[in-house]
């Protein structure tokens, strides 16, 4: 037997967790975006072919910026992740007896 259950919460929560998923994605766009504008910014991606390998300060310099933004691109996809996992509780609660 079914007691009465809140369905109101269960949509709230449901929307809510595709809120956090959406914003998740767009940190995660985001931070691909900054990644390319960065790589472009630092020569690193429009050297020729026929040229040497980056100097040793530009390729700290890259490796610097490209684990900020691995850090940044982590935290997004546990955000997305949250809200990917409350939406998930919002249908599962809806469900059980």
């Known amino acids: 037997m079914r007691m009465g259950t809140d369905r109101g919460g ?9 809120a956090v998923f ?7 766009l985001a931070v691909f975006y900054f ?10 991606l429009s050297s020729s072919s026929g040229a040497s390998s980056p100097s040793g300060g530009l390729a700290l310099l890259v490796a610097t ?6 850090i940044m691109g982590f935290a997004a996809s546990a955000i ?3 809200g990917i996992g409350l ?10 007896p």
């Open 35 to 44: 990644a390319y504008t960065e790589l472009i910014a630092s020569g690193a």
């Open 22 to 28: 959406l914003i998740g994605a767009l940190l995660l």
């Open 80 to 82: 997305a992740n949250k």
């Open 87 to 96: 939406y998930q509780v919002a249908l599962h609660a809806e469900r059980e």
């Open 65 to 70: 910026k490209g684990l900020f933004l691995f």
């Open 10 to 18: 269960g949509v709230l929560a449901g929307a809510l967790g595709i």
